[in-house]
T-cell receptor, first 111, second 113 residues
Framework: NAGVTQTPKFQVLKTGQSMTLQCAQD?????MYWYRQDPGMGLRLIYY???????DKGEVPNGYNVSRLNKREFSLRLESAAPSQTSVYFC??????????FGSGTRLTVV | GESVGLHLPTLSVQEGDNSIINCAYS??????FIWYKQESGKGPQFIID?????DKRQGQRVTVLLNKTVKHLSLQIAATQPGDSAVYFC????????????FGKGTHLIIQP
């Protein structure tokens, strides 16, 4: 099925470890996004990529880096994980002015 | 602070009744609004959207109303079904570009049998 695919679905890290969350879309969308969702909260934008080769900070970028590998793939990296980064991470893609589609999420726990 | 918010964290309705979920936004430059449904353990699922040059838009069993004067958005679900039980988020986009969406905190819709 067409859509946004995220891997892994679950991950447990120790404080200070690093990891990369992967995201791929097959809808030929230009824009891609990473959000985090904390309990009882809406989604908050971490980083976005308006087009291949560009990335920009969102509302909560500290502690994260991103790479727009090609038009399909947008990865999120935690260089040194902290317990405050325990969250559910969602990737999304769109072709502005509309068409936001979300992946099913990565549930990350940092202990 | 948050640009988008919802009036009630939980809304309980009887199966078969109509549901109305409200949302307030503060940025008058927002030009595009979306309602999402999120079931437990899943990502947000698109329900319906509306642009700022419209007041009302209807879908299948859902209607979105936009009142720009008071910066208010609502989602109406007709004949609520058990499968409608979820958390509903409104989201807004400012400026028409690819800057991403700003989400409210969500309303948990509970369906009573």
């Amino acid at each position: 099925n067409a859509g946004v695919t995220q891997t892994p679905k679950f991950q447990v890290l120790k404080t200070g470890q690093s990891m990369t969350l992967q995201c791929a879309q097959d809808m030929n969308h230009n824009s891609m996004y990473w959000y985090r969702q904390d309990p009882g909260m809406g989604l908050r934008l971490i980083y976005y990529s308006a087009s291949e080769g560009t990335t920009d900070k969102g509302e909560v970028p500290n502690g994260y880096n991103v790479s727009r590998l090609n038009k399909r793939e947008f990865s999120l990296r935690l260089e040194s994980a902290a317990p405050s980064q325990t969250s559910v991470y969602f990737c999304a893609s769109s072709d502005p002015p509309d068409g936001y589609t979300f992946g099913s999420g990565t549930r990350l726990t940092v202990v | 602070g948050e640009s988008v918010g919802l009036h009630l964290p939980t809304l309980s309705v009887q199966e078969g009744d109509n549901s109305i979920i409200n949302c307030a936004y503060s940025n008058s430059a927002s030009d595009y609004f979306i309602w999402y449904k999120q079931e437990s353990g899943k990502g947000p699922q698109f329900i319906i959207d509306i642009r700022s040059n419209m007041d009302k838009r209807q879908g299948q069993r859902v209607t979105v109303l936009l009142n720009k004067t008071v910066k208010h958005l609502s989602l109406q679900i007709a004949a609520t079904q058990p499968g409608d039980s979820a958390v509903y988020f409104c989201a807004e986009r400012v400026g028409g570009g690819a800057d991403g969406l700003t989400f409210g905190k969500g309303t948990h819709l509970i369906i009573q049998p």
